[in-house]
């Protein structure tokens, strides 16, 4: 079977305030693949839309998902539980479509070991000045030692992003969006994922890019 | 310093016939890069240049560059010599320009040792009778045994096509050389590559794409 052709995990991470979920949605344009919907404990936010932001649960509801063990990975962010249903990435990926994964860099190690095949990106911001100018126009209002807090989480997991496939910046949202599609398309004419084509045009069959 | 502005060397490797030669020329529209100059002691065909094609050279002047300790690989092949000199590629890195190299697998497996960071490609043909067909048609008047014999070399060669970075089918030329275009592009975004530029963002630095 031609392993080009197997829907795929692809995970997007990076700190929080660098834009992951608006690179998804440029993505969106360039590509077909489906968002895995995360649960998550914290208040539902202006112009987010229950079970397509996320599902939005009780900690009882999250601990009793993570006890049934049908949570994929899950993270605590600023006092709230975050996570994504296994089931909900297999039966994207059973209806033969890509699921992208919007995901803190904990959750994106989890989520590795499930799925050792998922291309990896790891989203930069141009600068953590640039960074904490984004954080503070979102979360306004917010005390400064809240703000001190994420930035030092933010450096914490910019150390981790060596262990992604591949590490862009997010300067310009399009630009951004295109760089990752180009490295999905070429990801799989990397020769680890190659092996089955060379076995079929020694076996005397014709094979396409 | 960052990686991605250093030369590199740029290795397309293939079975005889794959087309490996027409796909770097496409490949020259897209992208800057000069093609390190090969010495063989085989003779010159109508419509090569000296120098320019390869340094064609005497067995004994060959041994010679050997001896000397020059030749960055060495390789037979129906009974003559090819070579890459070490010093023809360091010239052009030392220039700050990527290097391709027009190579047998064999000598792709050497110029890996030396440089690791090389990227490689492996051209396949769209299938065996397709290459058969090239074979025939650029060696015209060669016994069967001969065909027969460079046939059997280019499956074992194949075979080692997942030793490489990547592998591309030579169905169109145009198509080949964008997709290797493409494949260089998305290289430098590779995490392994990266590391150096997450350093430089925790250091406070703007970085970009």
């Known amino acids: 079977m031609d392993k080009t052709k197997q829907p795929r995990v692809i ?3 990076g700190p929080s305030g660098v834009g992951k979920g608006t690179v998804i949605k440029a ?3 360039l590509r077909t693949f489906r968002i895995s919907v995360s649960h998550t404990t914290r208040n539902i936010r202006p112009g987010e839309t229950e079970d397509i932001s996320y599902h939005f649960v009780t900690r009882e509801q999250f601990r009793g998902l993570v006890d049934e063990g049908v949570m994929l990975e899950t993270t ?4 709230n539980y975050y996570g994504t249903s296994r089931t909900a990435v297999e039966d994207v990926l059973a209806q033969g479509q ?3 994964l919007d995901i803190e860099v904990e959750g994106a190690k989890n989520v590795r070991r499930v799925y050792p095949d998922a291309i990896e990106f790891f989203l930069l911001p141009p600068s953590l000045a ?3 100018q984004r954080l503070r126009d979102r979360n306004s209002g917010e005390d400064e030692q809240t703000i001190q807090g994420r930035l030092a989480r933010a450096r914490e997991e910019i150390a981790c992003a060596p262990e992604f496939d591949y590490i862009v910046v997010n300067g310009t949202v399009k630009q951004t969006a295109a760089v990752i599609d180009a490295c999905i398309k070429t990801h799989f004419l990397r020769a680890k994922e190659r092996a089955p084509l060379v076995d079929r045009l020694l076996d005397g069959e014709t094979i396409t890019l």
């Not at 605590?76 to 006092?79: C, K, P, T």
């Open 27 to 29: 993505l969106k344009k």
């Open 98 to 100: 890509d699921v992208v």
């Open 76 to 79: 605590i962010y600023e006092g």
């Open 11 to 13: 995970v997007i991470a």
């Open 130 to 132: 640039e960074l904490e």
